[in-house]
């Protein structure tokens, strides 16, 4: 990958993946407890016939899938504030694309559960439009790690350069770039 001439001041790019991996950590806490919700909604439909889009198990539900693209889109504009963080054609991350329309994919599936349930009301978990919300969350998760890595591949790359407080945590960085960190080599 071609070096981008520096746009920004290091310190002030190190401050904003800083605050990107605070948004990323706080939308993954939301996405994990997407899954305790799953467990949720999986004893709610073994104990009722019939519920709705107005249960309480998938108000909670939802909710993450309107919350998570919302606030992908908002890492999305913020992330606009890194230009080495741009994706090709100076567009958006592509890793930040494919989560935001895995979420997206999620969120459209709601109106086609609801659909679904209207017409057909048995409550399994392998009917095909619940395998919609399997694969958008899956896609949005490839996309997210994707995502992840660069920011912490571009972090890496300034932590590098910019020269260390500590001469120890320095010299590691050294190592670390020249592949010797975990070598045998070192005597």
């Known amino acids: 990958m071609a070096q981008m001439p520096a746009l920004i001041p290091k310190e002030v790019e190190v401050q904003r993946l800083k605050k990107i991996y605070i948004m990323v950590i706080c939308l993954g806490s939301i996405a994990a407890s997407v899954e305790v919700d799953n467990f949720v909604d999986g004893s709610l439909h073994q104990t009722s016939i019939r ?13 993450h899938f309107v919350a998570l693209p919302v606030g992908w ?17 100076n567009s958006m991350n592509t890793g930040l694309k494919i989560t935001i329309l895995g979420y997206l994919a999620t969120m459209f599936t709601i109106g086609v559960n609801e659909m679904w349930h209207f017409w057909f009301v048995e ?26 890595v660069r920011v912490y591949a571009r972090l890496v790359e300034l932590g590098a350069e910019m020269p260390a407080r500590n001469p120890y945590v320095a010299e590691m960085y050294k190592l670390a770039l020249e592949g010797k960190l975990y070598s045998r080599s070192i005597p």
């Open 123 to 148: 409550e399994i978990f392998a009917v095909p439009n619940h395998w919609m919300f399997n694969m958008g969350v899956v896609v949005a998760f490839m996309g997210a790690l994707a995502y992840v």
């Open 73 to 89: 889109g908002m890492v999305a504009i913020y992330d606009r504030k890194v230009p080495a963080l741009r994706g090709p054609g």
């Open 51 to 63: 519920d709705s889009a107005f249960t309480p198990a998938h108000w909670w539900l939802y909710s």
